[in-house]
């Protein structure tokens, strides 16, 4: 499998690492809209990105054996594949509706899958309410 590499959006503030800033061959940063609201984003070209524990986001550079921390919780909106642009990771706070980390556990109850939960969410801004299963 070819590795195309990853887009992350980013909250409108969030500093990105001297450590993948300065890989200046590999590494992307703008600025783009999503659902009305101005976002920043990060490209990485031939590099991996995972939510991990808590919603700390955790990047693997090209030419890189190990995944790093990256960017601390609820800073990353979403992760996209920077080929085709499509999603592949979305932060469980981030309202589709107004584009913020506004949302809010509502509910939750146990998943068809063992050890899973199925969560209801709501934003605390636009009152937007979605639910993940399996999380």
Known sequence: MIISGVKLV???GTRVPRWIR??????ETGRER??????RFLKIRKGQASFFVQGTVIVKMPGSK???????PMRVLEIRDLKG???IKRN????TGCAT??????????SERSGFVDVI??????EHRWELKGI
Not at 22 to 27: A, D, I, R, S
Not at 101 to 110: D, I, M
Not at 121 to 126: K, L
């Open 10 to 12: 980013l909250e409108p």
């Open 22 to 27: 300065y890989q200046e061959l590999n590494v």
């Open 34 to 39: 999503l659902n009305g609201r101005a976002v």
């Open 66 to 72: 190990k995944m790093h921390g990256a960017f601390q």
């Open 85 to 87: 642009n499509y999603l």
């Open 92 to 95: 469980h706070y981030l309202c």
């Open 101 to 110: 980390l506004t949302g809010k556990k509502v509910s939750h109850k146990s």
């Open 121 to 126: 969410f709501e934003c605390s801004q636009c």
